[in-house]
Structures are given as C-alpha cells and as structure tokens.
C-alpha cells in the first residue's frame, strides 16, 4: 500500500485465540521479513505496518509491544534493545465505520460480526458476488475454510460445511447448507417434542421406538401428521404400526423422485 511518504508493507497474523507472546512472534516475523527482501535488493525496504486480526471471544489482553514482554533495561541498555509495535484490529468489537468499495479487510469485519449462521451465510453469499473475479478465488475459499473450522463452532454453531469443489458457486453453496442445516434443525426438535408427547401418553418404550423410527423421516407435513397420531392413538402397538408404514411409504416415494 501507499501513504503520502512513499510505500509501506502491510503484514497480516489472524488469530482466534490471544497469545501473550504475539508481540515477539511480530517482532520475528517482520525481522525475517527485512532479511529475505534485503537479501535481494540493495534499495531501503520500506517500512512495516504489522497488523494482527483478532476475531476471537473475549478482548485482546496481549501486549502490542514487545518491550512490555521484557523487564525494563535501564537507560544505558535501553537503546540495544529490540523495539515494535503491532496494531491489533478487534474485529469482533470494531464499532467504527467501514470503507465502501471493495474492501477485503471491510468485508471480514462485518463477517466476523455476524453471529447468526443464516446471516453469516448471507453475508457470504453477498461477498461472492461482490468477488466473482477468478483471482479472488482464493480468498473465497479462506473464508469459507475460516467459517466452518472458526467462525461457526466458536460461536456454538455445529455446522460442518463439505470441501469446496466450485469456487464460482460457493456462495449458493454456502445458502444451501446452512437452510439444509437449518430443516434438519427443526426437524430434530419437532422430533423430540413428539417422543416427549409419546412418554408422557403411551410410555416410555413406546417413545424410543418412535423416536427410532422418526429418523428416517424428514419432511414437515409427515411429522405434523405423526404429531396428531400421537394424539389420536391410545395404544402405542397401533401408532407405530401407522408410524412405519409411513416410513415405507415416504421410502418408496423418495427411491421414486428424480435427482
């Protein structure tokens, strides 16, 4: 990037966790960063602006320098002494306004803000369009690499997203997992209120046995109907009877659907 003094390189360390010693990490990195392009170039290498993307729970409590990780050398030492500053970006807790325009570091801030998956997703998806170009690509796969290994199960979301074959449809992709995460959501919970309303009615083996065969139904109307079942029947042997010819009944109508 460019400032009104000439160029300046940015360094970029993500982190999901604080790390005491993330000033020396830093101090290292930028280190080996001036040794390998001076090893190429006699010109002066332009300074370096570390930055450090902190999107984890929690504040950041780490030193942004790394003289507080050492004791204090006294004045006669202290100009031998290694000296850095890193500025650390709070993603998570970044209230400030963001630029407009294309803007990848905007763009992961409000994607780090957002902790409801379905609006992650769209967010995601919103980002892919933005970015179509093929170069971009590989920044879409980060971000949906850091979704599903990060983002998602820090905030309690245990949602497994596949390998990204498709770069060009990943943000289709992204909304169809998480509204097919979302079904089998509501389904599971639809599922447990039945064999709770089974227990209390019909008995508990009665409840595991439905609750068994619930798992290989998924759509809506057929629980709802299995739900008014339960309210119906006064003996458990006749509702799962129904129950599975249900069952054999949805699984011959999905052999039969079409891909």
């Known amino acids: 990037m460019h400032d009104r003094s000439g160029s300046v390189l940015v360094t970029l360390e993500f982190q999901s966790t604080v790390d005491r010693t993330m000033a020396a990490r830093v101090l290292v990195c930028t280190a080996m960063l001036y040794q390998d392009r001076l090893r190429h170039s006699f010109a002066k290498h332009p300074p370096v602006l570390p930055i450090v993307v902190y999107y984890g729970p929690g ?106 074959v498709n770069v060009r449809e990943a943000g289709i992709m992204m909304l169809q997992v998480v509204d097919d995460w979302s079904a ?29 065969q619930l798992e290989e139904i998924s759509d809506p109307e057929r629980l709802g109907d299995v739900s008014e079942w339960i309210l119906e029947y006064e003996r458990g042997e006749e509702l799962l009877a129904r129950v599975a010819r249900l069952c054999k009944t949805a699984a011959a109508e999905d052999s039969a659907s079409p891909d």
């Open 184 to 212: 089998k959501l509501r389904a599971e919970g639809q599922t447990e209120v039945m064999r709770r309303q089974a227990a209390r009615k019909l008995g508990p083996e009665t409840a595991d046995r439905l609750a068994e």
């Open 59 to 164: 504040t950041w409590t780490a030193h942004e320098e790394v003289a507080g990780l050492c004791a204090a050398p006294g004045a006669s030492r202290a100009p031998y002494q290694p000296a850095q500053r890193h500025f650390v970006l709070d993603v998570g807790r970044y209230t400030g306004p963001l630029p407009e325009g294309p803007n990848w570091m905007a763009e992961l801030v409000r994607l780090a803000r957002t902790r409801d998956f379905r609006a992650a997703a769209v967010e995601y998806y919103d980002i892919c369009a933005r970015w179509p170009e093929s170069e971009h690509h590989g920044l879409v796969k980060s971000l949906w690499t850091w979704l599903g290994q990060v983002h998602f199960p820090m905030h309690g979301i245990e949602l497994k997203l596949p390998e990204l």
